[in-house]
């Protein structure tokens, strides 16, 4: 199992995770050894295989659009479909009145889950803009940017400036849990915390937010893996 070691100064004691690669993560003090580090994961090795065990696997992107052949998008769903095109680069269409989002790649890619991870990351990109915009206008806000990125661990985030970022992975979720993630940002444009201000207006914004969080809470561990296996 590969092992990431991130010392940090402020760090006192040596805790030990797994990650959405299904990495063991390893936080140290800053002068702990490589041995020291070493042992601790060994003296831990039953309890790594065991929360493994328990784990959902890594998935690539195109078995999950197989198995999940839809993308959310402006508050719907949309079946999608995977095809070659004789085309020199991804692109997506919507078909069938826009009921269809088809993306194409090129037949030549040399990996095809990496270049339908870069095509379904710039989808995500337009969509999520769009949908923000909705939500900031309707609700009398204005963010400062919007990232959309491959967060490690989050959903989303908002900065002290007004800056929003999303993960991409939201356009694999369905419609109400993707609006759920983006009002939680947006409420963090009034309230940078999660104080019980911030929870009371987020559920002005979302009055179904505990919902939304139980059903995120439910599906978050198998859809941040999914695009996770490092490609070659």
Not at 97 to 113: F, K, M, N, S, T
Request: proline content about 3%.
């Amino acid at each position: 199992m590969p092992i990431t070691v991130r010392r940090r100064r402020k760090t006192a004691y040596l805790r030990l995770r797994l990650n959405y690669r299904n990495e063991a993560v390893v936080s140290a003090p800053w002068h702990c050894s490589d041995r020291a580090v070493l042992q601790f994961v060994d003296q831990h090795g039953v309890w790594l295989a065991r929360q493994l065990a328990g784990l959902p696997q890594l998935r690539a992107l195109d078995d999950w659009l197989a198995a999940h052949p839809q993308l959310s998008a402006g508050g719907d769903s949309f079946a999608v479909r995977v095809e070659s095109s004789a085309r020199m680069y991804a692109d997506y269409v919507f078909e069938q009145g826009g009921a269809v989002i088809v993306l194409r790649l090129p037949e030549a890619c040399a990996c095809v889950d990496a270049a339908l991870i870069r095509l379904v990351r710039r989808f995500a990109k337009d969509v999520l803009t769009c949908r923000l915009a909705y939500h900031a206008k309707r609700l009398d806000l204005s963010a400062t940017g919007l990232s959309v990125r491959d967060q490690a661990t989050r959903w989303g985030s908002c900065s002290a400036r007004g800056a929003i970022s999303l993960n991409w992975r939201l356009v694999l979720i369905p419609p109400e849990l993707q609006d759920s993630i983006m009002l939680h940002e947006l409420a963090h444009l009034t309230e940078m915390n999660h104080s019980s201000r911030f929870w009371d207006l987020l559920d002005q914004y979302d009055p179904n937010r505990r919902a939304h969080e139980a059903a995120l809470n439910a599906i978050t561990a198998e859809v941040m893996r999914v695009g996770r296996l490092r490609l070659i």
